[in-house]
């Protein structure tokens, strides 16, 4: 099994600015995910972090809004750039182990 | 027509009670998740199934592939469980997680 950790759990941000969330497993992991989920909304993938190459995001997200990075097969970080109240949501990452996904437990993020 | 559907979309139970939540996928998977989100926004993974059934506590979840369904269970219900309920599907075609849109508990005490 596989432990995922998040940094931060929250955080209340001004417009305009940009935050960076952490992702960290306690295994190795082929492939990691960031996903959002706006208020009242289910949970849509933003991207997939490739170790070692660029980002494959979804239709309707761009990587100068959400330039991702994934150094190792432990670790990636999303960040939210230029942010509006719009980006409020949570930020959710996940990894895939020997092919079973785990979850991290989301970054709640507000911002004014 | 959403990939994933929930039902129900809320509910409501005395402490004790038992609850079903269910769900339902239109496409092929190779498995399904089950994840609890409290009020604060925080995820854990309950269960992850590609056949049969499996139990964590009072925590019951099923699956039948063939008819594209699955239900979590939750016996001697409790305030605590208030959450939301989230199942997720893993699709075959491209490996992407598709999830539902949640199902909001509240237990009575």
């Known amino acids: 099994s596989a432990v995922i950790s998040q940094k931060p759990s929250r955080d209340i941000c001004q417009r305009g600015t940009s935050l960076t969330i952490q992702c960290q497993v306690d295994s190795q992991v082929t492939m990691m995910f960031w996903y959002r989920q706006q208020p009242g909304q289910s949970l849509t993938l933003i991207a997939t972090a490739n170790q070692g190459s660029e980002a494959t995001y979804e239709s309707g997200f761009v990587i100068d809004k959400f330039p991702i990075s994934r150094p190792n097969l432990t670790f990636s970080t999303l960040t939210v750039s230029n942010m509006s109240p719009e980006d409020s949501s949570i930020y959710l990452c996940?990894?895939?182990?020997?092919?079973?996904?785990?979850f991290g437990p989301g970054t709640r993020l507000t911002v004014l | 027509k959403n990939e994933v559907e929930q039902s129900p979309q809320n509910l409501t139970a005395q402490e004790g009670e038992f609850i079903t939540i269910n769900c339902s996928y239109s496409v092929g998977i190779s498995a399904l998740h089950w994840l609890q989100q409290h009020p604060g926004g925080g995820i854990v993974s309950l269960f992850m199934?590609?056949?049969g059934k499996k139990k964590h506590g009072r925590l019951i979840a099923t699956i039948n592939i063939q008819e594209k369904h699955s239900s979590l269970h939750i016996t001697a219900s409790h305030p605590r469980d208030s959450a939301v309920y989230i199942c997720a599907v893993l699709r075959n075609r491209d490996d992407k997680i598709i999830f539902g849109k949640g199902t909001r508990l509240h237990i009575l005490p």
């Open positions: 996940s990894g895939t182990v020997f092919n079973e996904q785990f």
């Open positions: 199934l590609s056949s």
